[in-house]
């Protein structure tokens, strides 16, 4: 299908606006303001949603902004609930709303106006069913490094004709400067990062937000449907941990506690997602989604909650010598990711779900769950093979993955960041999975790679099935090694799918009978139009015990 931005435009606003009054108390002095971030919505409820927006004046206006709301049955309908609300400046202008009162299950459309009358974008959520579901649609996404690439997914998720709403795992933002990752393609893109320069302070993680949703694709996507979202790492660091960061140095960049309270500062505040709980520490931002009684969604936080150091940074190539000494530290049994406090606060939500008869618990998770040891690629594509593998790599990377193969022979996994590094942690996860007597559906992102994986526990027994999705535009291990997905797959008993090839997301379809995962890619994150296609799809019953098999 090829794809162009006629259809996208629509979804910005181009259309018909609702009908929403100039803000109330508006004075003279009061500048022009613009939408220039467009609008979204998050964090649906059966009665409403947080809506968000924007107001974007002069850089030398320092005043609060009064803007109105205002939520329709129909684009351009009349509305049935309407509000006011400032953009505070000292929330960057931005402005978020908690809506309440809507009926459930429905399809809702909803604008903002400044104060004299100027009209935002107008954006669409559906709010959560209650009772009898009959299917359930979910975009999975993750992964959108500016700098590398066109928003292109965004497009594609944005034109789709149903989605209930758009799960993101998180990478959002990059904190990266414009010699770092994605430099060469942000170059020839004209998508260098904005500040130029690493993020540190609370307005460098402001600017690099309005950055991503100046974004015409990201903005038809977040006007598209409600997004659930929780970070991972990069939104603050690469390789995020409770105490620090691999891209975090005290002695240059100061305090991790400072740096991280600026990050989530600008994430609550850029972010359509609800403010945290006065009881709960800002770090904690789990929580749980009920469609009906057909499944329940608990999103966890594995970054700054409880996650111990990883045994080494993710992508890092150990010499042979240091390899004893992580696997030591990998097994060591007390190392967290969920913490003990959020495990048992799952495993509530989970027990209640299966308690209630709902066919579906759905974990929203950052990082791959599987077990994925690395390929032995010298074994699996034999001697000729994998010389004339070697061969085709730039020089510099050539005794690189001679040395990942030697820590793969010996026991590292394919990544430290992800669940492998934590296997006890895991283990207690899949125990958490028994008692409360189900066989959830994990989604995962963070890797830059689709993934349709089968969880087992030590014993063996199935204890989950695993939905991976690709970035958006981050690149991945296909980029050095095309078709390495299907080498992880044939050496990985867990893993029944893996493309590390292609860019886009994955569109979970539930229903009471089955789940069904199609990964949607899409041709460039470089050049428009493009063209989509599904790469694999993968069904898994609901009957207890039912694994991922192909559609």
Same mark, same amino acid.
């Given at each position: ?10 979804? =910005? ?10 803000? @109330? ?73 908690? @809506? ?196 329940? !969604? ?5 970054? !700054? ?43 509530? @939500? ?116 695993? @939905? ?18 299907? =080498? ?64």
């Amino acid at each position: 299908m090829e794809m162009n931005r006629r259809g996208v435009l629509a979804l =910005l606003g181009s259309g018909t606006a609702l009908a929403v009054p100039g803000a @109330v108390g508006a004075q003279a002095t009061t500048p022009a303001i613009t939408f220039a971030h467009g609008v979204a919505s998050g964090d649906p409820a059966a009665d409403g949603a947080v809506l968000w927006t924007r107001a974007t004046a002069p850089s030398d206006h320092a005043g609060d902004i009064a803007l109105t709301w205002a939520v329709a049955r129909s684009e351009g309908g009349e509305p049935v609930a309407t509000g006011e609300v400032l953009a505070r400046s000292s929330a960057d202008h931005t402005a978020k709303v908690v @809506v309440t009162g809507l009926q459930p299950g429905h399809e809702y459309h909803y604008s903002f106006a400044g104060p004299v009358g100027e009209q935002s974008p107008t954006g669409q959520f559906r709010t959560l069913p209650v009772g009898a579901v009959a299917e359930l649609v979910l975009a999975v996404a993750s992964c959108q490094l500016y700098s590398g690439g066109l928003f292109n997914a965004y497009a594609d998720m944005a034109a789709l004709p149903r989605l209930d709403a758009v799960v993101h795992l998180g990478d959002y933002i990059y904190e990266y400067g414009a010699d770092g990752y994605g430099a060469e393609i942000g170059r020839r893109l004209g998508r260098l990062p904005d500040p130029p320069h690493e993020i540190v302070t609370l307005d460098d993680y402001r600017r690099r937000h309005a950055q991503v949703k100046t974004d015409p694709d990201m903005q038809a996507a977040h006007a598209r449907a409600a997004f659930i979202c929780v970070w991972d790492d990069h939104e603050v660091a690469n390789d995020g941990w409770l105490s620090g960061a691999e891209n975090h140095q005290p002695e240059t960049e100061g305090d991790w506690a400072a740096r991280k309270a600026a990050a989530m500062q600008a994430y609550f505040e850029w972010m359509p997602i609800r403010d945290p709980e006065a009881e709960r520490a800002p770090e904690a931002i789990f929580r749980t989604f009920e469609f009906g009684a057909l499944a329940t !969604l608990a999103m966890v936080e594995t970054r !700054l909650v409880a996650r111990d150091e990883q045994a080494a940074p993710k992508g890092d190539v150990p010499a042979a010598e240091q390899v004893p000494a992580l696997l030591a530290v990998r097994e060591q049994p007390g190392r967290e990711l969920l913490g003990e406090q959020q495990r048992q606060w799952l495993e509530g @939500v989970l027990a209640a779900s299966v308690s209630a008869g709902k066919p579906w618990q759905v974990l929203g998770n950052q990082v791959v769950m599987a077990r994925v040891a690395g390929p032995d690629l010298e074994a699996q594509l034999g001697a000729a093979g994998y010389a004339a593998l070697r061969a085709k790599m730039p020089e510099a990377y050539r005794a690189r993955i001679d040395q990942a193969i030697a820590g793969y022979r010996a026991g590292l996994p394919f990544n430290l960041d992800s669940w492998d590094g934590y296997p006890h942690a895991r283990e207690r996860l899949y125990a958490t999975f028994q008692r409360a007597g189900t066989r959830p559906l994990v989604l995962a992102g963070d890797s830059h790679a689709s993934w349709a994986n089968n969880l087992h526990d030590a014993g063996g027994r199935l204890v989950g099935i695993e @939905v991976g999705s690709t970035a958006i535009t981050s690149p991945s291990y296909g980029s050095l090694l095309p078709g390495i997905g299907r =080498l992880l797959a044939a050496a990985n008993e867990e893993v029944l799918f893996c493309d590390q090839d292609t860019k886009g997301y994955a569109l979970v379809t539930l229903t009471p009978e089955q789940a069904r995962a199609d990964y949607i890619a899409v041709s460039s994150v470089l050049t428009k139009p493009f063209e989509r296609r599904v790469t694999g799809s993968f069904i898994a019953s609901a009957e207890p015990g039912a694994p991922f098999v192909p559609a």
